[in-house]
């Protein structure tokens, strides 16, 4: 286990990350090479790569990202990116975010309405 500052250190990090995810535009069509390159990179500093996200089942990606000190908030905003990543004709990943979203509801022991409400827009998806 890492100690606190150490945690705080990993966690802020991952935030980072996180928020530069967040901040690329995923719209319906192709993913060009640089798009790709700028995907992977940030998917790197999370120890992940899109090959691991296509290759990996919901559990194994679940608990790769636990091992990774993602908290509760991370793990969402994780989920949150997955969603938006399957806007691109390349990937679709709202199983993977459905069942992260579904880990948080159960494995936090706090109802979220939040959570409730993004687990019931990812199953209108996969329809």
């Known amino acids: 286990m890492l100690n606190k500052g150490l945690r705080d250190n990993e966690s802020i990090r991952i935030d980072n990350v996180l928020k530069t995810l967040h901040a690329l535009d995923f719209v319906p069509k192709m993913l060009n090479d640089d798009e790709k390159l700028e995907i992977e990179n940030q998917l790197q500093e999370l120890g ?19 091992r990774n000190q993602f908290d509760w ?14 806007k691109t004709d390349n990937y679709k990943f709202e199983d993977k975010a459905l069942a992260i979203y579904q880990y948080i509801q159960q494995e936090s022991k706090v109802f979220s309405f939040g959570i409730n409400a993004k687990i019931a827009s990812a199953k209108n998806k996969q329809k």
């Open 73 to 86: 908030n991370q793990l969402e905003q994780f989920a949150d990116f997955l969603i938006h990543f399957s």
């Open 48 to 66: 992940l790569n899109i090959q691991i996200l296509v290759d990996y089942d919901n559990e194994e990606l679940i608990a790769l990202l636990i």
